[in-house]
């Protein structure tokens, strides 16, 4: 019974480049919810997302970045153009309802260099 | 703006000894609130809830204080054991999609 899976584990990129993060919920939850740690912060919500649905991206930056959850296959969460200020530990969770009863994942540490 | 406060970043306890970890808000809509304990390299993990309609709630070590008219809940860990070390979030819910995070006070139990 796997957890929530994220990867990869640490992800370096250039500046300019994109990166692309992914998160595979635990078997039977089909709501995801991505969050982000800035060095020295709490963790911040970004956006919550059902099967092919954008239910809430109202902690997302409005700009380079995306999300994703297709009917098949992980959750992404898409930063393009990436600057030094995204450099965080992004962590997914999920759960089989809406609401609190979170799972997280294990997060993907960017480093943008 | 940091609707949920964790003021104290670090926090040092003998082993065998009460743990104290502190958390204020500013959201009186708020009626869910949580503790997660994260270790490096790892994601949170779910600790101990209340809600806002109790004052108290207690399982094993750990027990978390509510209180709602000063806005400030507590973790108390009875006794500390060296495994407690990690960092301790706060969270609260207001019935949305998402949880707000304090920035975490990293507990050190000393042997």
């Known amino acids: 019974n796997a957890g929530v899976m994220q990867n990869p584990r640490h992800l370096v990129r250039r500046r300019g480049q994109e990166a692309r993060l992914r998160c595979s919920p635990m078997?039977?939850?089909?709501?995801v919810y991505w969050y982000r740690q800035l060095p020295e912060e709490g963790l911040k919500f970004m956006v919550y997302?059902?099967?092919?649905?954008?239910?809430?991206e109202s902690g997302m930056p409005k700009e380079r970045f995306s999300a994703e959850f297709p009917k098949e296959g992980p959750s992404i969460l898409r930063i393009q153009q990436v600057v030094r200020g995204d450099s965080a530990a992004y962590f997914c969770?999920?759960?089989?309802?809406?609401?609190?009863?979170?799972?997280f994942g294990s997060g993907t540490r960017l480093t943008v260099v | 703006d940091q609707q949920v406060k964790q003021n104290s970043p670090s926090l040092s306890v003998q082993e065998g000894r009460i743990s104290i970890l502190n958390c204020d808000y500013t959201n009186s809509m708020f009626d869910y609130f949580l503790w997660y304990k994260k270790y490096p390299a790892e994601g949170p993990t779910f600790l101990i809830s209340i809600s806002s309609i109790k004052d108290k709630n207690e399982d094993g070590r750990f027990t978390v204080f509510l209180n709602k008219s000063a806005k400030h809940l507590s973790l108390h860990i009875v006794p500390s054991q060296p495994g407690d070390s990690a960092v301790y979030f706060c969270a609260a819910d207001r019935g949305a999609n998402n949880l707000f995070f304090g920035t975490g006070t990293r507990l050190t139990v000393i042997p």
């Open positions: 997302l059902q099967k092919e649905n954008i239910i809430d």
């Open positions: 969770a999920s759960s089989r309802d809406r609401g609190i009863a979170y799972t």
């Open positions: 078997k039977g939850h089909s709501h």
